[in-house]
């Protein structure tokens, strides 16, 4: 398993605050900001099935119509899982021509509560798979359709949907402004920790919402490798293994004959021995205490149901000391054919960049390898964590109120995470004191959901003909 060399460091050209805001200023001369309210579908565009289609074609074959049953169950559903037509739509779009660090699937459930290494519960995007450096306007505007998408779910009317996308576009304005005039290390060091959105939340919210959001805070912390380790193992004849729950959660020792699994457990092993040159040293040294006990395949998410994913169940001290890794394959971003290749040739290490480039704190056991699968075919993978303090908004649950709220909460969180690689002080003259952009984006959130909807629609109608298969399927508890 050779390790990759990362990719020469970037040298950056000092340019005065003065001149960045020129730039700012003249982006907007060439691009007007209302020019973002429109989205027409092009002529040529390609079919998104057709895009489905070919992103499955690189996954585990039976678990592709579970990715098809889930991404049918709603217009929402089906958003989350189609990143990469939403990509093509935007790659014809307005563009600025001012660069950042993308999410690349900056959808409202990517923004969720976390832990940092010091055990601070942090709200931060949590979702880098398709990361990549791109338009900045591409990730607000995958933001902004998602709340409408959601708000249109849950009932609410236009007028409602509107003061919503127009209150989170206002907050990552606002907070880029700010950014703007912050010293370098005064924006890499600003983060949304939990007192702060306990701030917020006393000064937006009715304390209904406030009482939930206390609730969510106390669960978040429960959601570690010990839950994880009561939820998800049973002990067989006196030791620990991963519990199937077939097919979303398959233990190694189900999934294939003895001699293939053999072969692909002793990959797996050295993907968890090998990756750790890609942490820091003494990072190194805490894995280097824990031992490789069970191996499963598990089902996760819409959008990345079918790609390979292994949870690794490893035991430190004693056989009550658990810690739980994902070693997730990742491929090309999906916004690569339409912004350029990443720099990395290891797209493991291009997820992990990107979410060590955007985010305010990274999971202390975050890293990268490479494998060869028992196929003969060289797979990527980026490891972490299975839970460390994780929690996710409910959209379903959300009252217009609370998804306003939440919706700025995620503008500001999406500006910071630009404003640490992109060119904050031009980014914040293009968008202006006016709510220009604002308006703009609120009337391009609902035509895209329209097109959300179209595609929604089409994909319920290939499952009906017999073109595309889907399945659904509950976890059994």
């Known amino acids: 398993m050779p390790q990759e060399t990362a990719a020469a460091p970037r040298r950056v050209v000092h340019v005065p605050p003065e001149e960045r805001a020129a730039r700012g200023r003249e982006a907007r001369r060439r691009v007007p900001r209302s020019s973002h309210a429109e989205y027409r579908p092009s002529k040529d565009r390609p079919d998104p099935l057709d895009i489905l289609q070919a992103q499955s074609a690189r996954r585990v074959p039976e678990l592709v119509p579970i990715r098809y049953g889930r991404m049918s169950e709603s217009p929402f559903r089906f958003y989350r899982g189609a990143a990469a037509i939403m990509a093509s739509d935007l790659a014809g779009s307005p563009d600025s021509g001012i660069r950042a660090q993308l999410c690349g699937d900056a959808h409202m459930l990517n923004f969720r509560l976390l832990a940092s290494p010091e055990r601070q519960l942090l709200f931060d995007i949590n979702d880098f798979d398709e990361t990549l450096p791109g338009p900045w306007e591409w990730d607000v505007k995958r ?23 127009r209150a989170t576009v206002r907050s990552y304005r606002e907070a880029m402004a700010r950014f703007a005039q912050m010293r370098n290390l005064e924006v890499w060091y600003a983060r949304m920790d939990a007192e702060r959105l306990q701030e917020l939340a006393a000064s ?5 919402g406030r009482k939930a959001l206390a609730r969510e805070l106390a669960k978040a912390r429960t959601r570690d490798s010990l839950q994880a380790f009561e939820k998800l193992t049973e002990t067989v004849a006196g030791r620990v293994r991963i519990a199937a729950d077939p097919p979303l959660l398959v233990p190694l020792s189900d999934l294939l004959p003895d001699v293939t699994r053999g072969e692909l457990e002793r990959e797996i092993r050295g993907l ?29 998410g819409v959008g990345s149901v079918g790609t390979r994913c292994w949870i690794l169940l490893l035991l430190g001290r004693d056989g009550q000391d658990p810690l739980f890794l994902q070693a997730k394959e990742a491929d090309d971003s999906v916004l690569a054919a339409h912004v350029g ?19 305010a704190a990274s999971d202390i056991f975050l890293g990268w390898e490479r494998v060869d699968g028992i196929d003969g075919r060289r797979r990527d993978f980026y490891i972490r964590q299975l839970r460390d303090w994780k929690g996710i908004a409910v959209a379903e649950e959300m009252l217009p109120e609370g998804m306003r709220a939440f919706g700025e ?16 002080i031009a980014i914040a003259a293009y968008l202006g004191r006016r709510d220009s952009f604002d308006r703009a984006l609120a009337a391009f959130a609902e035509s895209y959901a329209d097109q959300n909807e179209r595609d929604h629609q089409a994909l319920l109608d290939a499952v009906t003909t017999g073109r595309l298969p889907a399945k659904t399927v509950e976890p059994s508890a």
């Open 143 to 165: 933001l902004s359709a998602s709340l409408v998408i959601a708000g249109r779910a849950n009932g609410f009317d236009d007028a409602v949907r509107a003061d919503i996308v």
């Open 204 to 208: 937006r919210i009715h304390k209904h």
């Open 272 to 300: 968890v021995e090998h990756y750790d040159r890609t942490l820091s040293s003494d990072r190194r040294a805490l894995l280097g205490q824990y031992h490789l006990v069970d191996i499963a395949r598990k089902v996760v």
């Open 341 to 359: 290749a990443s720099r990395y040739r290891n797209q493991g290490e291009r997820v992990v960049s990107g979410q060590r480039l955007m985010q």
């Open 409 to 424: 909460l995620c503008g500001t969180t999406l500006a910071r995470a630009h404003a640490r690689s992109g060119d904050r």
